[in-house]
Every structure is written in C-alpha cells, then in structure tokens.
C-alpha cells in the first residue's frame, strides 16, 4: 500500500500550490469582502488546464483521475473556499455528469467549453421546500412536441448567476416517483430562465449562491440528459463525487487553518518565548495536524476506490463526513490560537471559520451522511 502521490500529481499538486500562494491567497479576503466572483482567476485556471481534471482529453480535459481532482480541490481550498467551492461545483457538478450521461453532440456542445475553461458550470437539483429530502421536487418538465417546458424554482444553486450551463432536475412524471425525475441542460439565456436572488452568506461570498426562476423555459428535446426518467439515478452517481469534492475541499480548508495557527503560534511570543512552546497551544495545533491527516487519508482513500470503479457509498460519505466536521474545528481552534486577532479579518482563520460551516451542510448534511453510513453498515 502506497501512501505518496505519483508523481504527475504531486507536479500538478505544485504548480497550482504555486498559483493559488502567487495569485489567490492576495485577494483572498477582498474578494470575499467585495462579494466578487473573481473571474480572472478562472480565466487562469483554465490556462493552467485544471478546469477539467477528471474529463476526458477528448473532450477538452486534463484526463486525470479522481485523486488528481481532489488534489487540486484541497490546494484551491488552502487559500480560499469561495473559489474551491465553484470550482469543484463546476467540475464535479456542472461538467461530469455530461461526460458520465451525455451524448457525443452534448459533450462536443456543452462539455468541451467547461472541460477548456471557456465556460463555467451549475446543477440545480434543490429546491426551496426539498430541505434534505431532494427528490421533493416541484419543478417540472412537460414536454410539448420536440421541446420541454420547464417551470420550477431551485435554491442554493452555486456559479448560477455567472454559469454559461445548468444541469437542472425536474418532474416529467409525476406518478413515478424517482423514476419521474429527469435532468436537462439549460443554457441561463434561454427565455424564461432567471436569477432571482443572489445570496449573501455567513461566508463563501466570492462563490455565488443563487435562487433561480424557471418560467416556461423551452427547451429542445435534445437537451435531455440521459433518457427520461434517469435523472435520479444519475443524482445518485454525481453525488457520490460531490461528497468526494466536498470532502477535498474541507481538507484544504482544515490545512489552511492548521498552516495559519502553526506559523502564528511559533511567532507570537508570550513570556519571553514563542506560544507554540506552551503545552496548550501546542496540543491544539498537534490536534489539528492530526484531524487534517485523518481527513487527507479518507478523501484520497475514496477517490482511489472511485478510480478504481469500486463502490464509494460508504467511502465518500464517510470522507465527507469527517473531512467537513474537521475544517470546522480546526478553522475554530485556529481563530482560538490567534486570540483575539483570529476574530478580526486582518488574519485568515475567521475566514476559513465561517467558509467550513457550509461544507456541513452542503452535498448531504452531516446528519445525512450518518443515515448513509448506518445504512451500509446495516443498521
């Protein structure tokens, strides 16, 4: 059993670290001050070719793997969980399921420009009143002709308002119950297709989070995704990657922290010596190490066995799971070493607090996680 990165990874791993300390970790806190997606850096991740990791080179990607992606996902997570958090909703979310589901036209069409960087993805799977129970889905899809007509609304969709494509879920058969529920690509300037709302957050606020109005939007028939009726199915499938992509994101966010409070406690002096030399501070910041290790393991371990064509039910989720619970608290522990600088935004642990609080809650609560895991286990 072979712990390390191969070594295109850990190559990859370092031109983004290098990218990420160079142009992101600068404007970090501004852009979440701003509430700005900031679109140049995608513009930039796309030159360096990491807005499509896990797509096939055929259609635009890097063609890597999913311990690759989740790479990338934990360094972009390191310095800011804004941008960690719609970029693994792009790829993981907007772009995969294309390549998973769709047709060679739709991937030549809707695939090639997210997998290139030219263009940015979304999924709309939740609903106002869905809460965690996400096939309680009032949107729905009549078809008419060779077209479907969607009308619905959909909540806490990430990149909605800056996404060039959304992957939205809706009802064609209102007596199948899962089986009903298909998925279709929308393009944000059909007719009828609104941004009703754009989220301000607790934190994550370079990432936008919106509220979206379908209005009779017609969609041609070959903007189904997969067969109707399907779209539960490939739910189930993209989510097992989204709780991988979560769970990577947490660990850069509990690795961020861990960095800040470690460096701050080994030059923050109290009594004439550094804090770090203290046993409680020290413990803390050992403490930390060790949560975002834990956290490391279970994400890669996941994404080999998704690799590897193995099923990650238990594996994802319990990565998930505990790779968010994680950034949670060491992103506390971290505000707690800092004192009270930690809770004032001139040092990033208050960032990295408040952005973890989400990782809890979205692709499935912790909660729902435990309901998974029991479930696998038998009980």
């Not at 505000?335 to 609080?357: E, L, N, W």
Request: aromatic residues 8%.
């Amino acid at each position: 059993m072979n712990f390390d990165l191969p070594a295109e990874h850990r190559m990859i791993r370092d031109q983004v670290r290098e990218f990420c300390e160079e142009e992101i970790a600068p404007i970090a806190q501004e852009i979440e001050d701003e509430h700005r997606f900031p679109e140049e850096i995608f513009e930039q991740l796309g030159q360096l070719d990491v807005m499509g990791v896990p797509i096939s080179e055929e259609y635009g990607g890097l063609g890597g793997d999913t311990l690759l992606y989740s790479v990338v996902a934990e360094e972009l997570g390191r310095v800011s969980g804004g941008i960690g958090l719609s970029y693994v909703a792009h790829t993981s979310l907007g772009s995969k399921p294309i390549e998973l589901f769709g047709t060679d036209e739709q991937k030549a069409e809707w695939l090639r420009p997210l997998a290139a960087g030219d263009e940015l993805g979304a999924w709309a799977l939740t609903e106002p009143g869905s809460g965690s129970d996400a096939s309680d889905m009032d949107t729905v899809a009549e078809r008419d002709g060779d077209e479907y007509v969607l009308n619905g609304t959909k909540q806490f969709i990430t990149n909605a308002s800056v996404a060039n494509s959304v992957l939205v879920k809706a009802v064609t058969d209102p007596e199948a119950g899962y089986d009903g529920i298909s998925t279709f690509i929308v393009d944000p300037d059909d007719d009828g297709f609104e941004v009703a709302t754009v989220w301000d957050k607790m934190g994550l606020n370079c990432s936008p989070t919106c509220e979206i109005s379908l209005d009779d939007v017609r969609v041609p028939e070959d903007r189904l995704l997969g067969a109707e009726g399907e779209g539960w199915t490939q739910t189930m499938k993209t989510l097992e990657g989204g709780r991988i992509s979560i769970a990577a994101l947490s660990t850069g966010l509990a690795q961020g922290a861990y960095e800040a409070a470690k460096e701050y406690s080994g030059e923050r002096e109290q009594f004439g010596k550094p804090i770090s030399t203290f046993d409680a501070v020290r413990d803390m910041v050992v403490d930390m190490h060790r949560k975002t290790e834990r956290a490391r393991l279970l994400t890669h371990k996941a994404a080999t066995m998704y690799d590897d064509g193995d099923d990650v039910t238990r594996a994802s989720a319990l990565a998930k799971l505990d790779a968010s619970e994680a950034a949670r608290e060491v992103a506390e522990d971290a505000v707690q070493v800092h004192g009270g600088y930690g809770y004032t935004t001139d040092f990033p642990p208050q960032r990295f607090y408040r952005d973890a609080k989400l990782m809890e809650i979205g692709e499935g609560t912790s909660e729902i996680q435990h309901l998974i895991i029991g479930r696998q286990l038998g009980l």
